[in-house]
């Protein structure tokens, strides 16, 4: 079965700093893989989705950006956090096979300071 | 910017009641309905999913209606107990790669 893997769980960043999050799975090859944010209280925005390795799109214009160095593990990476950055962020596959399911890790609480 | 409208934004319903939670969409071509379930600092889950060829699935107590004309679709949680208690989002399949657009969710909480 498939898993997603998200580190750290929790993490508490100086404005002006740099972030690195990363997000691997297990149990599937060549999945589509997404990165999420969520405000609090607030729904899910997509921030990048990846189809491949090297291959990212993305989704809403920010200092964030995203990588995918190999075939199951996104990288979120940003050189200068902003306190608008706080959120819970949830990274999230979908298989092959014509499959819209989307499945979640358990997500880094980023607070910035 | 295709649009999936949620309502209501939030709920609460006595334990053993029906709780109900509807969306809208605009674009007839989507045909993937899912609903997911977040409990807080959890990422959310798929709870139940329909395809337009069908106007009801049942799994449990969970329902999801669909009326492809009205371009709507429902959640309906039977028998609600506490812990129903969640937020739930409601989507519908994006435009490519498989992405998913999303309602704004609705928290809903069951008293006991």
């Known amino acids: 079965s498939q898993t997603i893997h998200q580190w750290p769980a929790t993490l508490v960043q100086p404005v002006g700093s740099p972030l690195s999050l990363e997000c691997t799975v297990e149990g599937t090859s060549n999945p589509n893989l997404y990165w999420y944010r969520q405000a609090a209280g607030r729904g899910l925005q997509l921030l990048f989705y990846?189809?491949?390795?090297?291959?990212i799109s993305s989704e809403v214009p920010q200092n964030l950006s995203a990588s995918r160095p190999q075939d199951r593990q996104f990288i979120l990476s940003s050189k200068k956090l902003l306190l608008s950055d706080s959120g819970f962020y949830l990274c999230?596959?979908?298989?092959?096979?014509?499959?819209?399911?989307?499945?979640f890790g358990p997500g880094t609480r980023l607070t910035v300071t | 910017q295709q649009q999936v409208k949620q309502s209501p934004q939030s709920l609460i319903v006595q334990k053993g009641g029906i709780s109900i939670i509807n969306c809208a969409y605009e674009?007839?071509?989507?045909?993937?309905f899912p609903w997911y379930q977040q409990f807080p600092g959890k990422g959310p889950a798929l709870l139940i999913a329909i395809r337009p060829d069908v106007s009801e699935k049942k799994e449990g107590r969970f329902t999801i209606s669909f009326n492809k004309s009205a371009k709507q679709f429902s959640l309906h949680i039977m028998d609600s107990q506490p812990g129903d208690s969640a937020t739930y989002f409601c989507?519908?399949?994006?435009?490519?790669?498989?992405?998913?657009?999303w309602g704004a969710g609705t928290k809903l909480i069951i008293k006991p």
């Open positions: 674009n007839t071509a989507f045909d993937y």
């Open positions: 989507a519908v399949e994006g435009h490519s790669n498989y992405q998913l657009i």
């Open positions: 990846s189809v491949g390795i090297g291959q």
């Open positions: 999230a596959l979908s298989g092959q096979g014509g499959s819209y399911e989307q499945y």
